[in-house]
C-alpha cells in the first residue's frame, strides 16, 4: 500500500530540524498536524532551553536566578537525565562543567527529539526521520520492513560519506570537532577535548547517544570501557581517531 | 552482565572503510569572503582524498594493531553490525537500454533568505553522481555557518533522491528551498 508522506523544516534552535513523517494509517493532512504539535513543542524547547535566549529557563538558572526546582518539569527532567547521563560515562559528558555554567545542549537535541518521535508515534505516524544538525532519532524503518540507512560524513571532507549505519528504530549521535570549531571540553583537564575526531553512537536514546558521542571526543579510546557497563549494552560507537584516518567500533 | 563487547581496530583510511559517496568541494570564495570557510570544516580544501563515487575501496580493512581499551578483546571479526557499505555504493549504472543523460549541469541562481544558491549535478546516465554548490551564501560568519551545515545536507538529500541508498546523513543539517529550486533548473537543463 502507498504511504502517506510529509517532510518538513523546521527551524529552530539556531539550526533546521528535518522530519520524515510518513503511514500507512494516516493521511497526510494529519501527518502535517502532527508535525505541527512537533514544531510548537520544538519551539517551546528552544524558549525553554537556549542558552542564547536571555530569558530562558536556562540562562536564568545559569545565572542562578532560579533554582532548578522553579522550572519547568521538562527542565528538570532534562537536569535529572543530565546527571545520569553524566554519572553513567563517568564524568566525561558533564553539562555542569560548561563555561556559564549548566548547558543541557549535548543532551537536549536528542532528548527532544525523542519526544518528537513519541508524540509523532502517538499520532499514527509509522516512519519517523528526524535529523537535527546531524543527530537523528529514528522509528519504524523508512518503510515496513526496511531499517533507515543514515550515511555518517567524513569529520573533514564534508562532502564524503565514510560510513552507512542501517536503523529501524533508535537514535544515532555525531559528535566532532568539525560541527562549531572546538566546542567540547574535557571536564576532567578543562583543555579542549582531543580524544578523537569524530564519535558516532548509535542506541536506543537519543540523549544519551549524544551525551556518550561527547564522552568519546573527551575520552577517545579511554571511553570505550563505558559500553562494557551493562546499562550502556544497547550503544554502539564508531569512532575516527584523532591522527590518522583509523577508525575504531564497538 | 552485558554481553561480552568487543573492539574492532580497523586501519586503513577512513575513505576506505566506507566512502560510499563522494563529492568534490564546493567552489569557495566566490566572493571574498575570510577564509572561515576552509578553516572550519576545511571545505575549501582541494587535496582531497574522496574518490568519485563508484571506485569505493572494498571495506575490508586491515587490522591495526592499536592497543585496544582495558577489558576489550580484540577480534579479527572485520564487520560491525552494520552491513558493507560498499553494497550501497552509487556505481555507475549498466549501458542502459535507452540513452540518459550524462554530463555537467549548472542549475539556476535561486535567492534564500540566506542569499543565493546555485547548484551544478554530474549526471552519468541519468543518475546523480555529484552535486556541487557554485554559490551559497557566505556573507557573514553566521551564513558561513549555516552553509557549513547545509551544503553536506543538501547533497544528501539531492544523492538520496536520486542515485543512493541513504535516507539521512548524520553530521550535518540543513536544507534549503533553494537548493532544490536550483536543483530542479539543473535537472531540467539535462532533460530529465
Known sequence: MTLA???????????????????????????????????DFLYEVDEVFSTYKENSQVS?????????????????????LCAYAKEVTDGSFDPWCVEGGFDPSGYVKGWASDRAIT?????????????????????????????????????????????????????????????????????????????????????????????????????GKDGAYLFQKPELAGYHCWVIERHGDQAWSI | MGAKRVMLIAGGTIGGLGAVLSITPPQF??????????????????????????????????????????????????????????????????????????????????????????????LVNGKITAANALQYPNNDFRSQQISQQAIPYLVQETLAANSADIQGVGGASYTSQGWYDSLVSALAKAGM
Open chain 1, 119 to 219: 508524540m509523532l508515534k502517538a499520532a499514527g505516524v509509522e516512519h519517523i526521520q528526524i535529523n537535527s544538525a546531524g543527530d537523528l532519532s529514528l522509528a519504524g524503518g523508512v518503510e515496513p520492513g526496511k531499517p533507515w540507512s543514515i550515511g555518517i560524513r567524513h569529520p573533514e571532507e564534508a562532502h564524503t560519506i565514510v560510513k552507512v549505519f542501517d536503523i529501524t528504530d533508535g537514535a544515532i549521535a555525531t559528535s566532532g570537532t568539525y560541527e562549531r570549531g572546538a566546542h567540547i571540553k574535557d571536564p576532567h583537564t578543562g583543555m579542549i577535548a582531543i580524544g578523537a575526531r569524530s564519535a558516532t553512537v548509535y542506541g536506543p536514546d537519543g540523549g544519551i547517544a549524544d551525551a556518550l558521542a561527547t564522552a568519546l571526543i573527551v575520552a
Open chain 2, 29 to 122: 570564495g566566490t566572493t571574498s569572503s575570510s577564509g572561515l570557510g576552509g578553516t572550519l570544516l576545511g571545505g575549501g580544501s582541494t587535496t582531497s582524498t574522496a574518490s568519485t563515487a563508484g571506485t569505493t575501496p572494498a571495506p575490508a580493512a586491515t587490522q591495526a594493531a592499536s592497543t585496544p581499551a582495558p577489558a576489550a578483546t580484540a577480534t579479527k571479526k572485520a564487520t560491525t553490525t552494520t552491513p558493507a557499505p560498499s553494497a550501497t555504493t552509487a556505481a555507475p549504472a549498466p549501458a542502459p537500454a535507452k540513452a540518459k543523460p550524462s554530463g555537467t549541469f549548472t542549475g539556476s541562481t535561486s535567492q534564500t533568505r540566506f542569499g543565493p544558491v546555485q547548484v551544478q549535478i554530474t
Open chain 1, 60 to 80: 536564568r538558572l545559569r545565572r542562578g536566578e532560579i533554582a532548578i526546582t522553579d522550572c519547568t518539569p521538562d527542565l528538570q527532567e532534562v537536569w535529572a
Open chain 1, 5 to 39: 508522506r510529509v517532510r518538513a523544516e523546521i527551524h529552530t534552535w539556531g539550526t533546521v530540524i528535518f522530519i520524515d513523517a510518513s503511514s500507512g494509517k494516516i493521511s497526510e493532512p494529519q501527518i502535517q498536524s502532527a508535525i505541527d504539535g512537533v514544531r
